[in-house]
């Protein structure tokens, strides 16, 4: 019997790898079809309405017109280095914190009051005060960036420590293991997936912000020109904006998709 479970092993393994191949190609077939249906879409409402509406073709010109003489590159580059600087602060402050708060009841009682506070209140209010405290610089567009992705992803991880299976915390104490061991072996590895999906929140918190920090005297980012061409009644360049960052959140989103595929390969999907 044995010789005949061997080698039907490797066949179940093949034919499990082509169905995940093959759901996979579908899956990308119905994504391309699904953007294809929306440009279709816009490319109507543009010709239903051309005085407001740019038609894609309009923006993808006026994409290359700030491409050639260097706006848009510039603008790419300052945004994406507020939103990284601010996105790796906020989410490498709220993890500890998350931690900390989920495994020490003391530490919830000293942070949750705080964080369920500054919850209440939108980032984008704060810009008024971080003008006053901090001026009119690149620290306040990046502090109130890391205050959205902190307070999103602190409590995705606070909720990842806080749902630990109990029975795989006791199984541990019972096989001798400390507190820390327990903690290093079974509370972290289970709160990664809940840390990544509150850091994928955290991103988009992030992105969403951007526009109103660079409301901070900036010269220069995809907010600002968003902004500028308000003024000016440029639509072709607030869709360029919304269009790149939209992209530009996406890619990173995949990134970090790809990140919690790797990390958390071990958890039964669907």
């Given at each position: 019997?044995?010789?005949?479970?061997?080698?039907?092993?490797?066949?179940?393994?093949?034919?499990?790898?082509?169905?995940?191949?093959?759901?996979?190609?579908?899956?990308?077939?119905?994504?391309?079809?699904?953007?294809?249906?929306?440009v279709a879409l816009w490319w109507l409402a543009a010709a239903l309405n051309p005085a407001t509406m740019p038609s894609p073709l309009d923006v993808a010109v006026r994409f290359g017109q700030l491409v050639a003489d260097g706006?848009?590159?510039?603008?790419?580059?300052?945004?994406?280095?507020?939103?990284?600087?601010?996105?790796?602060?906020?989410?490498?402050?709220?993890?500890?914190?998350?931690?900390?708060?989920?495994?020490?009841?003391?530490?919830?009682?000293?942070?949750?009051?705080?964080?369920?506070?500054?919850?209440?209140?939108?980032?984008?209010?704060?810009?008024?005060?971080?003008?006053?405290?901090?001026?009119?610089?690149?620290?306040?567009?990046?502090?109130?960036?890391?205050?959205?992705?902190?307070?999103?992803?602190?409590?995705?991880?606070?909720?990842?420590?806080?749902?630990?299976?109990?029975?795989?915390?006791?199984?541990?104490?019972?096989?001798?293991?400390?507190?820390?061991?327990?903690?290093?072996?079974?509370?972290?590895?289970?709160?990664?997936?809940?840390?990544?999906?509150?850091?994928?929140?955290?991103?988009?918190?992030?992105?969403?912000?951007?526009?109103?920090?660079?409301?901070?005297?900036?010269?220069?980012?995809?907010?600002?020109?968003?902004?500028?061409?308000?003024?000016?009644?440029?639509?072709?360049?607030?869709?360029?904006?919304?269009?790149?960052?939209?992209?530009?959140?996406?890619?990173?989103?995949?990134?970090?998709?790809?990140?919690?595929?790797?990390?958390?390969?071990?958890?039964?999907?669907?």
């Amino acid at each position: 019997m044995s010789p005949v479970s061997t080698s039907a092993e490797p066949v179940t393994t093949a034919a499990s790898d082509t169905g995940v191949r093959r759901r996979a190609s579908r899956s990308g077939l119905i994504s391309l079809a699904s953007v294809c249906a929306g440009v279709a879409l816009w490319w109507l409402a543009a010709a239903l309405n051309p005085a407001t509406m740019p038609s894609p073709l309009d923006v993808a010109v006026r994409f290359g017109q700030l491409v050639a003489d260097g706006t848009l590159p510039g603008d790419i580059a300052a945004s994406l280095r507020r939103v990284l600087i601010g996105f790796v602060i906020g989410c490498g402050l709220a993890v500890p914190v998350g931690f900390l708060m989920g495994w020490y009841r003391t530490g919830r009682a000293i942070a949750e009051p705080w964080i369920q506070f500054f919850r209440t209140i939108p980032p984008l209010a704060i810009i008024p005060l971080a003008i006053v405290l901090m001026g009119i610089g690149e620290v306040p567009k990046i502090f109130v960036i890391t205050l959205a992705s902190f307070l999103v992803c602190v409590i995705a991880t606070f909720q990842g420590v806080v749902t630990v299976d109990r029975t795989l915390i006791n199984a541990g104490r019972v096989r001798g293991a400390s507190d820390w061991v327990i903690f290093r072996r079974i509370a972290v590895p289970a709160s990664v997936p809940f840390i990544l999906v509150g850091m994928r929140q955290g991103l988009g918190a992030s992105w969403a912000t951007l526009v109103a920090a660079e409301l901070i005297a900036a010269q220069q980012g995809l907010g600002y020109r968003m902004q500028q061409a308000q003024v000016y009644y440029d639509i072709a360049t607030i869709f360029v904006g919304l269009v790149t960052i939209g992209v530009l959140g996406l890619l990173m989103d995949r990134c970090l998709l790809w990140a919690d595929r790797r990390l958390t390969s071990w958890q039964e999907r669907r």
